[in-house]
């Protein structure tokens, strides 16, 4: 890049394409924080479940059906290890994973002791199905533990074959709804969802699991805590993964918004699946933007199209991202992982790109992303 001043002195004959790019998060302005950045400093009280926490922690769980507990922690990938860990499985076993997921969701089955054991996902959903686990039990080459079933891109999937398969199993499942705030409302599973920047309702850095299983949840809370336990006596091997009060702040000036920002969402959503309706090679995922919200847009293309259709997209300075990659299972950092058949995980590493979006995404940005995809995937 040059810099601006070179820029100046010798300025192009064309002029550049301005970028559109892949995200443009945004979080609570400094005027909706204020009311509870003073109440933080009339408390005095910064961390370790002071007043604004307690509060965020009460919105979330009202969010869910009754009896549901929510505890927040550092993060999704946090809260996702410490969930399996206070699940207390058996050291070294193997927990089943989506090949097609974020690296998050694999390095959290490795913090808390256990290997990642990738399984195909299905060709339209993009989730893991409960046949691909059952038959997977049968070949294992070592002892299940428990499954990770995720919400791509915050596409929920139906718990109750899930339930069914844990009563017959004894497999534990946990849900990875990293993205998916907006459209979990049970935790008949356990459920761990971010608040990453980058996530539909940001604060920064954070997340949290929500659970019916009382017990499950104060041992995660304890684990986010040094093993605390209503005295300062350590419990357990554990460590420290609280949310500040500033986070807390964050946090409730974000749900105040939510509301209006939720329909912001659903809006560009709908304005970009509208401006593509003639193109039948780009494939939403099922209710993407109309039954729920998600911060990202991730397309289906025909097969081995990804790459052709990027090409052209950055030509027309359209900034794409392959969101998963190629699949979670082709990082080096996971290369000596076992894995069964992935055949649709490879498709669709070759299929899926991330479109821009954004909440604020404008009819013009909307008609240049269609354009450039129009141009594009002949
Ligand atoms: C974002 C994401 C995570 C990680 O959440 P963090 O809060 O960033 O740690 C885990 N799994 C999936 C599927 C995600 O999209």
């Known amino acids: 890049m040059f810099s601006r001043g070179f820029a100046r002195s010798s300025a192009p004959a064309v002029k550049p394409i301005e970028p559109l790019v892949i995200a443009r998060p945004e979080l609570p302005q400094a005027e909706a924080l204020l ?77 808390a002791g256990l290997i990642p054991y990738f399984l195909d996902v299905d060709p339209d959903t993009w989730t893991l199905q409960p046949h691909t686990v059952r038959e997977a039990l049968a070949h294992a080459p070592a002892p299940v533990s428990a499954v990770i079933l995720v ?36 935790a008949a599973l356990p459920t761990v969802v971010s608040l990453h920047a980058t996530k539909v309702l940001g604060i920064g850095e954070g997340g949290f699991l929500a659970t019916e299983d009382h017990r499950l949840a104060q041992r995660v809370r304890q684990l986010t805590t040094f093993g605390f336990r209503g005295s300062r006596d350590s419990q357990m091997p554990a460590t420290n993964a609280k949310l500040s009060e500033y986070a807390a702040a964050i946090g409730l000036a974000a749900l105040d918004a939510w509301p209006h920002n939720r329909l912001r969402w659903l809006r ?14 780009v494939a939403f995922q099922p ?27 950055s030509e027309q300075g359209v900034e794409t991202r392959r969101w998963w990659g190629l699949g979670c299972q082709t990082n080096p950092a996971f290369a000596d992982c076992p894995r069964g058949d992935l055949t649709q995980t490879d498709r669709l590493g070759q299929a899926v790109i991330g479109l821009p979006f954004s909440i604020d995404l404008d009819h013009e940005q909307i008609s240049r992303v269609a354009a450039a995809l129009a141009a594009s995937v002949d």
Not at 55 to 60: D, K, M, P, Q, T
Not at 94 to 104: E, G, I, K, S
Not at 177 to 182: K, L, N, Q, T
Not at 268 to 281: C, I, V
């Open 268 to 281: 560009a959503a709908q304005g970009l699946r509208a401006a593509t309706t003639h193109l039948p090679q």
């Open 35 to 111: 009311p509870y950045l003073r109440r933080i400093d009339a408390a005095r009280w910064y961390s370790n479940f002071g007043p604004l926490l307690t509060e965020f922690e009460a919105r979330l769980t009202a969010r869910f059906e009754p009896d549901t507990q929510v505890v927040t922690c550092a993060n999704g990938t946090q809260g996702l290890a410490l969930c399996l860990q206070a699940l207390q499985l058996a050291p070294g076993s193997l927990c089943a994973v989506p090949a097609y997921t974020f690296v998050a969701t694999a390095h959290a089955v490795i913090s």
């Open 287 to 313: 209710g993407w933007g109309l039954s729920w919200a998600t911060s990202v847009c991730s397309v289906q293309l025909p097969d081995g199209m990804a790459a052709t259709v990027e090409r052209g997209l």
């Open 151 to 186: 919400a791509p891109f915050g596409l929920t999937p139906d718990l109750a074959p899930w339930l069914e398969l844990r009563e017959q199993t004894g497999v534990q499942v946990v849900v990875d709804a990293a993205a998916a705030f907006d459209a979990v409302h049970s």
